[in-house]
């Protein structure tokens, strides 16, 4: 108790010839690293001077302690990983190093073996930690975070190596979008000297950036997320579920266009089913209220029991013409017939004349229309535009729907004019003849 646990160098005098034969005979042995006097203070690229005193107590503590005798091949004859990451690196050429900071301490010693073999050594440079929410540090063992587990759940090569690249690192880019030539031209040694906390946020960011890239030029890499995502439908049954909805029309074709429609969300495989389920299968509406940002203005003069029209004049489009062009053109004709259709009366507004301009007009018609088609064709799910929506789920099924929301709109609103009726009679009845 209370003895060193380090090396006493008993055997560090012995002469050379003595020690090469009791080596030879068998005697159990190490090669360890002699150290010398102090080591010397060094340069690292984010830290600076280390081993000097300066403000940052890192600087000041980041030196080994030189009694001790390293040791650097085992008694089995195998080397430890302080003189096997010297070597490798020696002999792959490697001029910079960037490495976790808990290692900072070793740094000095490397140098020092460099130099004890006649090598150069690289540049050192060290990193804060990688953190998660709980500010716990990152390992091996931390779930999800291998990279099998990324590749399984479909995120693209390039957004992870952008994402891991962004973190620590201080950039003057515009943006952090960037591809791996765009990495490699523009890498820097400026990380920041604090840890840093992992967030899936960015992640999802860059997977949709790099995803719409992909969209409009690498038609290999979408058929691969396309294919991923067949399989994982198939091994799920969707595509048997999904039957009466696609009428004929191709599973692969089905994903692939909603892929493309709304690439903007698409973040992982297993969440490309979830946010996109009423693609999949049957919509449940029930009871529709405009948003509250329209509802409570008189002055605009917008209820919902106006946008059912819009299936009436949808129905004019023919199946040959049921395109996501021309969809987008109707839904743009329908805003202009409701805002020249159902413009507000002077004074709707306590009295006042409020009426917003033709073009804020429009507008509020225009947020109203497709806040209604979101909810009759999704359930008020994002995803992509209603144009789009009403195209994949094509013309029977978008009308359908369409359908379902006018009959629910309409009913809701008699039930809403009955009990104002019912109210107005209750109230007259209550009032006292004074004439």
Known sequence: MGDSTGYDRDCAGLPHDQAQERAARGDRNVIRLRPPESYNPW??????????????ALRKTALPNPAEDTVLVRANGTAT??????????????????????????????????????WTPP?????GLLMDASGEKLS????????????????????????????????????????????????????TRQNSKVTMGKLWFLQTKHLHSAIQSEPETISDIVDRLCAMGKENSIDTKLASLLRGKDFRQHIEQ?????????????????????????????????PDTLDAQPSVNISAAQL??????????????????????????????????????????????NRPTPARLEKKWNHALNHYLR???????????????????????????????????????SSKQEEADTNSGAEKDIVPDVS
């Open 43 to 56: 340069c690292d690229a984010v830290f600076g001077m280390i081993g000097l005193k300066k403000p940052y």
């Open 140 to 191: 091996k063992r931390t779930a999800g975070i291998e990279l099998g587990s990324f590749r399984d759940r479909g995120i693209l090569p390039r957004a992870l190596v952008n994402h891991v690249a962004l973190l620590g690192w201080s950039h003057a880019e515009e943006s952090d979008v960037m591809s791996l030539d765009d990495l490699v031209q523009k890498i820097s040694v400026k990380f």
């Open 123 to 127: 540049k050192f440079g060290h990193l």
């Open 81 to 118: 990983y302080t003189l096997a990451n010297v070597v490798d690196d020696h002999y792959m050429n490697i001029n910079l190093v960037l490495r976790g900071v808990e290692w900072i301490m070793w740094t000095a010693k490397h140098i020092y073996m460099y130099k004890a073999l006649g």
């Open 308 to 353: 059912p029209q819009c299936y009436e004049w949808l129905q004019g489009v023919s199946a040959g013409d049921w395109n996501c062009d021309t969809l987008k053109l109707k839904i743009k004709e329908m805003v202009a017939k409701l805002t020249s259709s159902f413009s507000p009366e002077p004074g709707a507004d306590g009295g006042k004349d």
């Open 375 to 413: 909810w009759a064709l999704a359930e008020g799910a994002q995803g992509p535009s209603n144009a789009d929506i009403m195209f994949i789920l094509g013309r029977d099924e978008a009308l359908t729907r369409l359908a379902t929301g006018t009959a629910l709109v309409l009913t809701t609103d």
């Open 258 to 290: 909603i892929l493309r429609a709304d690439a903007k969300n698409y973040t992982t495989l297993s969440a490309f089913f979830e946010k996109h389920r009423y693609l999949f299968g049957p919509i449940v509406n029930s009871h529709y209220r405009l």
